[in-house]
């Protein structure tokens, strides 16, 4: 599975914020759960409309974004 299937983005819902499709969930919401120490399995149960194969395309997402990143080297 890809992140894209579960992903999306757009300028009429939270202002663009990648969310995940159908909802207003952001992955900015979800990765901040997961820092905070909540897991895969919490996530879901405290919003239900996601599932957890959507966290799990949170995470590729993320993963994608870093991977894409350009590092800007101090001088």
Do not use: F, H
Not at 9 to 20: A, N, Q, T
């Amino acid at each position: 599975m890809s992140y894209e299937a579960r992903i999306t983005s757009s300028p009429d819902v939270m202002l663009g914020k990648p969310v995940i499709k159908g909802t207003r969930i952001t992955v900015e919401l979800i990765l901040q759960k997961l820092a905070d120490g909540y897991t895969l399995q919490d996530v879901p149960a405290m919003y239900p409309n996601i599932t957890t194969e959507d966290v799990d395309a949170v995470l590729q997402y993320a993963a994608a974004v870093i991977a894409s990143e350009t590092m800007i080297k101090a001088a």
